[in-house]
């Protein structure tokens, strides 16, 4: 395969996928008389010297291009609100978010603030606010930095409350992105340890989204691609990274977003409270807590697993034996194996089970899960 040959994916919106893919930006906002983008990115993203040249580059063509930076680790309502004034200010008629899952939320939020102008939390999709959401959303484009969320894809953002750090999903179909620059060049000068959680992120988006319960086979034939994927390049991408396994990385981490359309489960509800209660990253959260939360899926899904196995490079009906490959991969990544790594102690189990009961994401696990699940997994993880 090819991946300097920049090729376009309509599904589930434009997708131009390729290195240097970048290089278009300029050309389409013009083409679509776009003179005013915001780009929207992390404060880290924004002192690499590729976002300088992106910026760099559209400012030569003559556009106007104001940035806004400032969110933090777990993106907080105040950080989507101080974002829409400055759109407002800006007279900006364009949303670029360039970055990862926090840049991509921010920007998606930040695009639904815009004109709709009740309180943030009101169009929470948990309570039915998406009814809300009525008013037209500006021109919104994603440029992924990382291999991970696959938010480029999305439809939702995930927002913290300022104080109590409770999660809220924004959603609405209208807030998909209208194209995607998909770059694995983008990608190259990513950090290990960013790679590597990063890329387990997106390999829980997979996992998750096959294991979910409901019948989607498109779904799951996506999420089972994206496995083999991510498992055939996450070490090389992560150790020694090239064009190729980055490129698959980038593909696989898109692909998990598609896939969880069907839904996630009790990985990500463990890990949510990491990230509310210790400021977690994310992708590291998941990754600890994969091997842990796969293991409470096992008895009753051989199946499913036997499947994943298969996918990850193991002989039919292997599917006992992925918990085991979860743990060495995270080994051979230089992740923690133990929560006991991120800083999680015994007194934090109570709060985290709480918080992880309360989470959005497991009532679409295969089985259910009770606060008492929850205690015992994290004492197993500790």
Do not use: W
Not at 3 to 20: D, K, L, S
Not at 227 to 244: G, Q, V
Not at 339 to 363: I, N, Q, T
């Amino acid at each position: 395969m090819d991946f300097n040959e920049i090729r376009q994916y309509n599904f589930p919106t434009i997708v131009r996928f390729g290195a240097g893919v970048i290089n278009e930006l300029g050309d389409y906002l013009r083409n679509n008389d776009l003179t005013r983008p915001l780009i929207v990115t992390d404060p880290n993203v924004a002192e690499l010297d590729f976002f300088k040249r992106i910026v760099s580059d559209l400012e030569k063509s003559g556009l106007f291009v104001p940035i806004y930076s400032e969110m933090h680790k777990n993106p907080v309502k105040s950080d989507v609100e101080n974002g829409a004034t400055y759109f407002r200010n800006e007279n900006c008629d364009a949303i670029i978010g360039i970055g990862g899952g926090v840049a991509m939320d921010v920007a998606r939020a930040i695009a639904l603030a815009v004109n709709n102008r009740k309180d943030l939390f009101v169009y929470d999709d948990l309570i039915g606010g998406d009814k809300y959401i009525t008013e037209p959303i500006p021109h919104f484009i994603t440029v992924p930095t990382t291999s991970g969320t696959g938010s480029e894809v999305g439809r939702s953002a995930i927002i913290s409350e300022n104080e109590s750090k409770r999660k809220r999903i924004l959603f609405h179909p209208t807030l998909l992105a209208k194209i995607v620059f998909a770059d694995p060049l983008l990608t190259m000068d990513l950090p290990s340890f960013i790679t590597a959680a990063t890329g387990m992120d997106a390999l829980t988006h997979n996992m998750e989204a096959y294991m979910a319960k409901g019948y989607h086979p498109m779904c799951d034939g996506i999420a089972l691609e994206g496995i083999k994927m991510i498992s055939d390049s996450i070490e090389t991408a992560t150790l020694k990274p090239d064009l190729a396994s980055r490129s698959k990385m980038l593909l696989a981490s898109l692909m998990g977003a598609v896939a969880f359309q069907k839904g996630l489960g009790v990985v990500h509800s463990l890990a949510h409270p990491l990230s509310s209660v210790l400021d977690t990253h994310h992708g590291l959260a998941n990754a600890v807590n994969l091997p842990y939360g796969m293991e409470f899926n096992y008895e009753g899904f051989e199946d499913r697993f036997d499947q994943m196995g298969l996918a990850m490079g193991l002989d039919p009906n292997s599917g006992a034996k992925v918990i085991d490959k979860l743990f060495e991969l995270n080994d051979r990544l230089e992740l923690p194996k133990q929560l006991g790594g991120l800083g999680v102690e015994e007194g934090h189990l109570e709060e985290l089970s709480e918080l992880a009961e309360a989470d959005f994401c497991h009532p679409n696990n295969p089985k259910p899960v009770s606060k008492l699940d929850f205690l015992n997994i994290y004492k197993r993880a500790l």
